[in-house]
């Protein structure tokens, strides 16, 4: 099982040391061709991407997420904290199965 973190420098950075690999995006762009990048490799079963760049590839992420077994994808604050309107994993868990509470 592999993992590959998209972030700012410094999260990236950060994971390095626990030798976790990954690409360093400024901003959706990057993070898009990060994202696919990781998903031609094959070999990462999990990718950590930072909140505020998940934010800009929202759409390709919920497709990958209901679409596909793998890789996991896990979102992580960046360096300016949690995102406010960042859903709750039980949010993200009704929102797959289709329950409305």
């Given at each position: 099982?592999?993992?590959?973190?998209?972030?700012?420098e410094d999260t990236?950075?950060?994971?390095?040391?626990?030798?976790?690999?990954?690409?360093?995006?400024?901003?959706?762009?990057?993070?898009?061709?990060?994202?696919?990048d990781a998903l031609?490799?094959?070999?990462?079963?999990?990718?950590?991407?930072?909140?505020?760049?998940?934010?800009?590839?929202?759409?390709?992420?919920?497709?990958?997420?209901?679409?596909?077994?793998?890789?996991?994808?896990?979102?992580?604050?960046?360096?300016?904290?949690?995102?406010?309107?960042?859903?709750?994993?039980?949010?993200?868990?009704?929102?797959?199965?289709?329950?409305?509470?």
């Open positions: 099982m592999g993992f590959y973190v998209i972030g700012d990236v950075r950060g994971f390095r040391f626990a030798g976790v690999d990954g690409t360093v995006a400024q901003n959706g762009e990057e993070a898009r061709e990060a994202l696919a031609e490799r094959h070999d990462e079963s999990i990718i950590i991407i930072t909140e505020k760049l998940a934010a800009s590839v929202r759409e390709r992420i919920q497709e990958i997420r209901f679409g596909e077994a793998l890789p996991l994808i896990v979102e992580v604050p960046g360096p300016e904290g949690p995102q406010a309107e960042t859903p709750d994993l039980l949010e993200r868990i009704r929102e797959a199965v289709g329950l409305k509470f």
